[in-house]
């Protein structure tokens, strides 16, 4: 497994307000959408592509396309939703499916409450989209899905990662093709399972609910 810092002053700025209390749930969720934009230009960096000959006004050249099957874009619900516009603005051609985990707050165990989509992901580049990678629980179980499913590799893009969570993907998913890409590697995590600094429940903050 490989992990990405995306290190860039906007993507820090952002980042910042999020975390900040006083940020409304409005404001929290465009900085999001706007902050995934940016983590998905870094997490495509090795989408596939072709080659394709095409005509300019002027003359004929080579240029890229993306190649098919296109890749898949997996929100994991709820906060994961919060991602999948500034995912899906520079991957528009790409399939949504979608992927219901929740976390049981006591044993912190992720269990799959829906799923929906391909069963044969084979030859498919996917990035699945989860704001805060925390214990690793639910991100483990989801990446092992796909993968069982034939996904070639995976890319979690999440807002957040904790260094506990780093190291039980690194664990559980050793030698798979899956890459992190985050804004943030933050300080731990605390007895209730929250990323410190962090920026709280992502999905509340999204949602604005409890
Ligand atoms: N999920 C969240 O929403 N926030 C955390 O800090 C950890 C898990």
Do not use: C, W
């Amino acid at each position: 497994m490989r992990i990405h810092v995306v290190d860039h002053p906007l993507v820090a700025h952002k980042l910042s307000t999020l975390r900040d209390e006083r940020t409304d749930s409005p404001t929290f969720r465009r900085l999001t959408d706007e902050l995934v934009t940016l983590l998905a230009y870094e997490a495509t960096r090795d989408v596939r592509t072709d080659e394709v000959e095409i005509t300019t006004p002027v003359a004929v050249t080579t240029g890229t396309r993306l190649s098919y099957p296109r890749p898949l874009v997996v929100p994991i619900l709820r906060a994961g939703l919060g991602m999948l516009d500034g995912m899906t603005r520079l991957l528009p051609t790409a399939e949504v499916g979608f992927l219901g985990m929740v976390r049981n707050e006591e044993t912190l165990e992720a269990s799959t409450y829906a799923t929906r989509m391909p069963d044969d992901l084979s030859g498919r580049q996917v990035y699945v989209l989860d704001p805060m990678l925390a214990t690793g629980g639910t991100l483990v179980a989801a990446i092992r899905l796909l993968i069982e499913r034939g996904a070639t590799d995976v890319t979690a893009v999440v807002l957040l990662a904790a260094p506990e969570g780093v190291e039980v993907m690194e664990k559980e998913l050793a030698g798979l093709p899956v890459t992190v890409v985050t804004a943030a590697l933050d300080q731990r995590l605390n007895e209730h399972g929250y990323i410190v600094p962090g920026l709280g429940d992502a999905g509340d903050r999204l949602y604005g609910t409890a």
